[in-house]
Nanobody, 114 residues
Framework: QVQLVESGGGLVQPGGSLRLSCAASGSIFRNYAMGWYRQAPGKERELVAVINSDGWANYADSVKGRFTIFRDNAKNTVALHMNSLKPEDTAVYYC????????WGQGTQVTVSS
């Protein structure tokens, strides 16, 4: 069974940057688009960035121009580079296929606060 492990979260001040990483235990990336999702307290999980197998990426309006998604099919990893972070970016961040077909991992907490 494929497992997803997210890492790289933390506490950062507004305007700061973080680099998130996701590793999959199996070879799934070649067959699926991959996405980064987030869930803030009291809110539903939302998709913030997606990248297909050809490297085409799309972003939620709320993060466009600030976040960049990358994938490495050979290493079974997907990354999210986040710049100009805002307090409203505070959430638990998850990776998964798009659509999400794998059991959700633990996620990684991102807190943007002064």
């Amino acid at each position: 069974q494929v497992q997803l492990v997210e890492s790289g979260g933390g506490l950062v001040q507004p305007g700061g940057s973080l680099r998130l990483s996701c590793a999959a235990s199996g070879s799934i990336f070649r067959n699926y688009a991959m996405g980064w999702y987030r869930q803030a307290p009291g809110k539903e999980r939302e998709l913030v960035a997606v990248i297909n197998s050809d490297g085409w990426a799309n972003y939620a309006d709320s993060v466009k121009g600030r976040f960049t998604i990358f994938r490495d099919n050979a290493k079974n990893t997907v990354a999210l580079h986040m710049n100009s972070l805002k307090p409203e970016d505070t959430a638990v961040y998850y990776c998964n296929t798009r659509p999400a077909v794998i059991s959700w991992g633990q996620g990684t907490q991102v807190t943007v606060s002064s």
